[in-house]
């Protein structure tokens, strides 16, 4: 089962602007298939920051923004707040196998 | 108000067998897929498995594929994953998740997991 690489952590002041990366294959991200980022709070449940790769459900506020080239994916966090601080999962479909939806390892943010 | 109810935290021993319920609220149950996702204690969001609540098929990770069943019950607006053989591995937190399908302009769309149940802890312990 392939799966999608984030690195484990990254951290920033408050008002900063972070990126945390996702970096696929040639059978999801980089196949055409588009990406999904989840924010989890502790104790919480995934919630939807993007999807698509590009664009925001209604409520996710515009200090949020995805990108997405090639084989990788980006998500972008503007003006760091102190409840940013979270897991953030990437999330794509794989054709490899069967096919079936991956995910990232995950990346903790840290607002200093 | 649209929710996904979990059934409670749950112990086996291994080689037993585990089922856990998802009852859907606030919404047409067989109008969204739902999905099995779980998250062992420090790792990933792994993908189990997709049901379509309308006509009941389902499609399987293949690495759970022979001991996984997704199963539901309409009446009930519920969904069920049953897991055999389990193992310490197995021991994690299972979610189901509401496939949510966002359009676009023209014919494009993108799925997305929208809503969550509040997770099930399953523990796997001799």
């Known amino acids: 089962q392939s799966v999608l690489t984030q690195p484990p952590s990254v951290s920033g002041a408050p008002g900063q602007r972070v990126t945390i990366s996702c970096t696929g ?5 980089g196949g055409g298939y588009d990406v999904v980022w989840y924010q989890q709070l502790p104790g919480t449940a995934p919630k939807v920051l993007i999807y698509g790769s590009f664009y925001r459900p209604s409520g996710v506020p515009d200090r949020f923004s995805g990108s997405k080239s090639g084989t990788s994916a980006s998500l972008a966090i503007t003006g760091l707040q102190a409840d940013d ?19 990232g390892g995950g990346t903790k943010l840290t607002v200093l | 108000q649209v929710q996904l109810v979990q059934s409670g935290a749950d112990v086996k021993k291994p080689g037993a067998s585990v ?48 001991r996984v069943a997704i199963t539901r019950d309409t009446s009930a607006t519920t969904a069920y994953i049953e897991l055999t ?3 310490s591995e197995d021991t994690a937190l299972y979610y189901c998740a509401r496939e ?19 997770g099930t802890m399953v523990t796997v312990s001799s």
Not at chain 2, 22 to 31: P, R, S
Not at chain 2, 40 to 60: C, F, I, S, V
């Open chain 1, 25 to 29: 294959t040639s059978s999801n991200i």
């Open chain 1, 85 to 103: 601080e979270a897991d953030y999962y990437c999330q794509s479909y794989d054709n490899g196998l069967s096919g079936c939806w991956v995910f």
């Open chain 2, 19 to 66: 089922k856990i319920s998802c009852k859907a609220a606030g919404y047409t149950f067989t109008t969204y897929a739902l999905h099995w996702v779980r998250q062992a204690p420090g790792q990933r969001l792994e993908w189990m498995g997709w049901l379509n609540t309308g006509d009941g098929r389902t499609k399987y990770s293949q690495k759970f594929q022979g």
């Open chain 2, 85 to 87: 053989s389990l193992t």
């Open chain 2, 100 to 118: 949510v399908r966002y359009y676009g302009s023209g014919n494009f769309y993108w799925d997305a997991f929208d809503v969550w149940g509040q």
